[in-house]
C-alpha cells in the first residue's frame, strides 16, 4: 500500500488555528467550536464472526506473536494498536512490531494508546520503513523524532476519549491489536489487576478488543477459564501468546506516587484546595478528578484535611489512582473511586480486591460521541499545562520552542468538567508558562475556569458564579494578564519565538475528532 | 407502516423440515446443518450520538414512560424490546405497550427477551391493533394465540444466544429498548442485584443497550451518581424514568427453588450424577451447567454428594443461579459461578456480594456468532425437553398437540456443550416423551449426546467415547429405540398426531438466524 506525501491545504479553524485539511490521506474538518460538530453516520462495524471457526474448547493458543500475526493475516500497511497500561515497563508493543519486522512487514500504522520512552526503538523501525507513522502520543524521543520532520505521515494526537471516539466511529480502523495482559485464560478473557505484571486497568484496550478487526492477547500469566474478573472479553479476541514477561513490573507501577517537595508547588496545591471549599465546590456528596502529578498529590493531601475539617464526604473521585485517592476511600472521605488508569502499587492492590475501586473505560468517562460521559459530571478537575495564554487557552503538547514532547491522555476529556482548574508553576527553568498567545491550543480557553499559580488565582471572565462566591474570600485572586506581565518582568520578557517550519508534522485533534492546531516541523538545528 | 402477510413459499432444509423462505417480510436461510451457515457482513452499527446532545450533569430523567417514548420519536410499526429479568413479577413491559397504545400508537413489533403468562394482556394490545406481533418466546397464553393464528405477522423464536446474534448482525434492528432497572442512576448506569425488585443479572438487556437506537432505563429505586456496579451503562441511555414498582418482588425472585419430590423424577437426577461420576466427566477442575428445574435442583444436590466423596471440585458452574450453586461455591466445591440468570433469593444476594458470583450475558455466553462462547467450553448441561425422538432430535417449543407453549431460553446454546444430557421422565399426563419424531425440531440430534430417563439411559451411537467410557458401569444403559418402545407399550401406543393446519404461524431460529423449523396454526377446536 503506498502513501501520499502529507496534505497541503489549510484552512483557519474556530480558534484560529492553521489546520491541514487533509492528514494521512483523509479529509479532516477544522475544529468549529465547542460543540459545533454534529457527526454523522454509524459507528464502526466490525464483520460478523461466528464460532464455527473458533476453537470449541476455547483454546485460543498460538506458539508466539509471529504465528499469532500470520494468523491475523498481517500485511503492509495494516494498522496494529497497543496500549499504554504497562507505561514505560511495557515490552509487548516492541514485541509485536519487531515480530512484524521480522515477517518483513512494511509501512505499518503505529497506534498505540500512548507511547513511553521504552519506545525510542520505534525510530529504528520507522528508519526502516517497517513503521509508516504513529498516531498516538508520543512523549519525549518520539516526539523529537516526529518534531523535526523524520516521520513520512504525520502524527495525530488524540485525547484518551478521542482515540475512542474515533476507533467507535471508524475514522481508525484497526487491523490489529495486540493487548498485554497481566493475566489471562486461554479464551482471551484478561485483566490488569493480578499477576506479577498486574498494572490495573485495562481500559485503555476496551475499544480494540471490540472494534478492530483482529485481536491478540499478550500475557505472562495464563490462568485457567475462567479468569476473574475479566476486562477484556474472550469473546472478541482471536489468539492468545503466552510469553516470559509482558514487562518490567519495577516501572509498569510506581512502588509509591511522590507528593512535590517544591514549595513553590505545595502552595499552589494549597491554594486549589482552598479554592474549592471557599467556592463552595467542595461540599457533601461532591466530586473532584487529580491525577498522579506531584502537585495534584500535593492537593489531594491539602483537600483531605479540608474535607476533614468540614466533616464533608466526596461521592466519588477519579484519577490516575495513587494511595492518596485510595486512603481517601478507605478513610470514609469518598465512596468510590473511578478509576481511569492505576499508578501504583496500593491503587493497583485496591482495584484488585475492593468493589468500591471500580474500573472506567474512555467509553465511560470521556468518549464525547456518546450519549454522555462521566467527566462532564464531574464537580472539579485538577490539570496541568506546559502554557496557557491571557485567553486561556492551554497547550499541554509542546513547549514554547515548538517540540512535541507530551500526549494529551485524558486532559482534554477533562475539561468538560463543571470547574476546571489548571495547576500551575507561573514559570519553568526560566521560561514563563503564562503566555500571550500558546504555541499549540491543546484546549480552548473557553472551557478552562481557573488557573492556579504560585503568584495568584486567575478567574475565567466567563465565570461570574465563580468571582461572585469568592467574594470576601483571603485567596489572591488576580487577572490573568497581570500574573503574565509579572512573570515576564521576572523573567525578562515573553519566552523566545518557537524556530518552525511551514511544514505541518502532525496535528492535535479535538474530542470530536475536527482538528484543533498543527504542529510544525522544527528549524534544523532546534532542540 | 403496512405489513404483508406472511410468505407462502417454502424450503425442506437440513433436518428434514419445511420452512418458510420469508418471515415477516424478511427473507430467511434455511437451517443447513450444525456449523455450516457462515455469516456474511457486519455488526449492526448504531448511529453516531454526541455528548453535546445530552445533559451535561447527566440528569436524564423524564417525567414518564410516555414522554420518554415521544422523545425517542416513537413512531408506528417500530420495533420495541423488553427483558425478563423480572420473570412473572414485571410490570414494565406492559407500562411501555400501554403508554405507547395511549399515544396511539399501532403495528409495534414487540421483542421480549422472553414473555411470561404475567404479559398475557398484550393478547389485547395485538387484538386493538397496538402491537402487530411478537418475536420472542411465548409461555403460555400468547403461544396460544400465536398458534390458533391470532397474531397478523409470524412469530420468531430464538435462544438467548440467537437473540444476541439477531441484533448484533442487524436482523432485528430495535427502535427503542426499555430496560427495567431494580437500580439505577439518573445517566442510566444500571444493576440489577440491588433495590426492592432486584432479580440479579441484567445480561439479556445488554444487546438493547449497546444496538437499540433509543434507550429508556425505568427504576424504582434511584441511586446517586455512580450506581454501582453497574451492568447497563449509562453512556448507552438516553432516558431515565422513575415509577413506584417495575414489578412484583414475589413473583421476580423464588423465595427458595424447590428440588422435585417424585421419586422417578429423583431417579433420573441420581441417573445423571452417576453418569458424570462413572464417564470420568466429574474430576476435578470440570464443569457443568444445570438449570432451576426440580430434576436439575436435584442433579446438583445428588452429584454435589458423589464430589464429596471423590474429592473433586469444579472450576464453575452455570446456571439459572439458585440457592444450590451457591451452596456449592460456598462449601468450596466450584471456584465460580458464571450465572446466566439469577433465580432465587440466595442467587441474587451472592451475585450481588460474591465476587466469586459473576454476571455473564448472551454475548459471553452463548451468542454464536463471536469469537467463541462459553457454552462449547462448559463439560456437561443437563437440559429437559418436550419430546425427544430416536435420532435425539429434541423439542422444547411444543407439545404433541402442536401448540406453541414454551421459549427457547439458552437451551439452544447449551447444546454446544462437551456434552448434552436430557433428563426426561419417559412420559408425561400418560403421553409418551420419547416419540418416533419431533412434533417440532428445536435442537437437532447430533449435538445431543444423552438422553436420561427413569427406564434408562441412551447415549447417541455418535458418541462411542462416552459408551467405551462406561463400559463396566451398573449404569442401565438402553438404545432409545427400545425405551421409546417400552413407553408406547405402557402408555398405549405413541401420542396422538398434532391437528395442525398447513399455515405457519412461528418460526424456530437456530442460533446462527437460520430456520429450523417451523410451527403451524392448530385446527379451530384444538386446545
Redesign the interface.
Known sequence: MSRRAVGTDFVVNAVGRRVPTVVNEKEQAAFAGV?A????????????????D?????D?RVSDLKTALKKCGLRDGMTISTHHHLRNGDAVALMALNAAADLGTRDLMWFPSASFPCHAPVIDLMDRGVVHHIEGSMNGPLGEYCSHGKMRGMGVLRSHGGRWQAI??GEVPIDIAVIAAPTADA??DADGSHGPSACGSLGFALADSIYADH?IVVTDNLV???C??WQI??????YVVEVDSIGDPAKIVSGTTQITKSPDRLMIAEYVALFLRDTGIMRD?FSFQAGAGGIALAFVGSLKGLMKQAGVKA??VRGGSTQYLVDLMREGLAD?I?DGQTFDLAAVESIASD??H?ATSP??SY????????A??VDAVVLGATEVDVNFNANVNTHSDGVLLHGIGGWQNCL?S?CTILALPSFRDRIPVLVEEVTTVTGPGELIDVVVTERGIAINPRRTDLLDSLKGSDLPIRPIEELKEEVERIMGGPPAEAQITDRPVAVIKWV?GTVLDTVWQVETGSP
Open positions: 460543540g460538530h454534529e457527526p454523522q453516520g454509524r459507528k464502526q462495524a466490525p464483520s460478523i464472526r461466528s464460532c464455527r473458533y476453537p470449541a474448547d476455547g485460543k467507535q466511529d479464551f482471551g485481536v485457567p477459564f475462567p476473574i474478573p472479553q474472550g469473546n472478541n479476541v482471536d456528596g461521592r466519588f468510590f473511578l468493589p468500591r471500580i467509553f465511560t468518549n464525547y460521541h456518546g450519549k454522555g460521559n462521566f462532564s459530571m468538560f463543571r470530536d
